[in-house]
């Protein structure tokens, strides 16, 4: 396009002033603050500068041609962008169960009551309605964690990666703690053992190798300025073949021997053993501390399904430390996050409602029989309403756990498998992303896959409308490019 041109369609451009009063604009401004209107303007005029300045013609022609109530329309759309949030709902169908980027692990019912009645009011969070004394925050937690897991004494903390920290902090600042070379794992880029372990303050003694440790390579490092044995669940990964570990009860026995805290970080935090449901025995919170060691951390919002969190467990002598360390503060635990827990945990105390009751666990164990007839279900419907624009078929695949837990584990599921006749699956995938509610897919092999095992029931009229549109060309191009501008 010559730099005439460009000028020319810049120039036709409407000012800022002009815009603003545009009767439509007034009306904006009844309700809005000038500055927020301005604003609009300014981003929506922007937007077509630029348009003109990157120079395809047809576009920059385009930009400049819009009529009155093109101009009013493209404010008034900015100004409402300007509300809506940009945390929203996503519908999950990558059946990954506990994705880290799709926030984990759904709330249970109770927990959702009981987040919105807290956060909307006071309640007694450091009150003790009892004494009408100042009580403690984990009060309402620490009894329930003792009772379903066996533990003397307990906190809860921000997240676990907070827990690993504090207590670490706590129980071994300036002195030594001894890990073995095999479970020096990194749990999402941003959190290596190792880096905790130094910003902690404590200072890292490797031992064994990447396949094998042994008893006595832990007995032979304990020196006088040993603090701590810790053990870290290596839950997203899998060392096979020619392997040792040594067994938790042997290491707790060895610290009890040498008067030294043995501490797991457990990573995951599972209350019961799904192993009835065919997944892999994870070791349980209560198992752990049946082997003896003194202090146990795990997540809130991995396989307990809950929010996120940092539970920590153990004994008295080694959790009072914890609790008086000056960061708890800094890493404490919200009101919110602790009303969604505490009625989380509350489930825990009858066994028979746990997998009806809570969201993650009922889509870990849903039974390969029930995701088929849904999938068929769902075959069917996008069949009779969708026809010539794609191929649909029913496949064998596996879900996944997610949020780096039981790396190995296949969950047999049956996938819808949509492959696009007229766009690229990859196309069809950023569509579906981008659609309103977002639907969140996996693509195969030039197939869009959907795995209703992640998707609830109430999200399945919104998941059909999504892959529609998506697939139904014109109408969603404009709309796209609308959600692109905007
Ligand atoms: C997930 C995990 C963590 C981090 O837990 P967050 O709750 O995500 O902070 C730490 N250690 C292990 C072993 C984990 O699996």
Redesign the pocket.
């Known amino acids: 396009m010559e730099p005439e041109a460009r000028q020319r369609y810049l120039r036709t451009l409407p000012a800022v002033d002009e815009l603003l009063h545009r009767p439509p604009i007034e009306t904006l401004l009844k309700i809005h603050s000038r500055p927020l209107v301005v604003d609009s303007i300014r981003k929506v005029l922007g937007e077509k500068r630029r348009t003109i300045l990157q120079g395809v013609e047809e576009e920059a022609a385009t930009a400049a041609s819009l009529t009155a109530d093109q101009w009013t329309h493209a404010v008034t759309e900015e100004v409402a962008a300007t509300f809506r949030p940009s945390l929203r709902p996503v519908i999950n169908a990558t059946g990954v169960v506990l994705h880290t980027n799709l926030g984990r692990a759904p709330l249970p019912e109770e927990a959702l009551r009981n987040l919105v009645e807290i956060a909307g009011g006071y309640s007694n969070l450091e009150l003790d309605l009892e004494r009408g004394e100042r009580g403690s925050r984990y009060g309402h937690v620490e009894e329930l964690l003792c009772r379903i897991s066996g533990a003397e004494s307990g906190l809860v903390v921000n ?3 907070g827990a ?1 920290f504090l207590a670490l902090n706590s129980l071994a600042e300036g002195k030594e703690v001894i890990v073995s070379r095999g479970q020096l ?1 990194e ?1 999402g880029g941003s ?1 290596r053992i190792p880096d905790v372990m130094r910003k902690s303050g404590a200072r890292l003694v490797e031992v064994g190798t990447t396949n094998r440790t042994h008893l006595r390579d832990y007995e032979q490092a304990i020196t006088g300025e040993t603090a701590l044995l810790l053990k ?2 290596t ?2 990964f899998r060392i096979l073949g020619f392997t040792a570990e040594v067994l938790l009860k042997d290491l707790a026995d060895l610290g009890g021997a040498r008067g030294l805290p043995v501490m797991e ?1 457990l ?2 935090g599972c209350f019961i053993d799904l192993s009835p449901y065919g997944i892999e025995h994870e070791p349980t919170v209560q198992e752990t501390l049946q082997a003896g060691v003194d202090v146990v951390t795990f ?1 809130g919002d ?1 396989l307990l399904g809950g929010p ?1 969190a ?1 539970i920590i467990l153990g004994k008295k002598k080694f959790i009072d430390p914890i609790k008086k360390n000056p960061l708890n503060r800094a890493l404490r635990i919200d009101k919110l996050t602790l009303a969604a827990l505490e009625s989380t945990l509350r489930v825990y105390l009858d066994e028979s409602r746990v997998l009806s009751a809570l969201p993650a666990l009922g889509m870990l164990t849903c039974p390969l029989k029930e995701l088929a007839t849904r999938a068929r279900r769902f075959q069917r419907k996008v069949s009779k309403e969708i026809s010539g624009e794609c191929q649909i078929t029913l496949r064998e695949d596996s879900s996944q756990v997610g ?2 837990a039981l790396p190995l584990q296949e969950l047999p599921t049956r996938v819808v498998a949509i492959r696009p006749l007229k766009l690229s699956a990859a196309a069809l995938e950023e569509r579906l992303r981008r659609s309103e509610p977002p639907v969140m897919a996996r693509v195969k092999e030039e197939e869009v896959l959907l795995d209703l095992r992640t998707v609830a029931k109430e999200e399945e009229t919104a998941l059909l409308e999504a892959v529609k549109k998506a697939l139904g060309n014109a109408e969603f191009g404009v709309r796209n490019r609308k959600l692109m501008n905007s």
């Open positions: 997240n676990n990666a690993v794992v749990i959190f870290v669940h839950s997203n970080d990573g995951s997540s991995k996120q940092g949020g780096g």
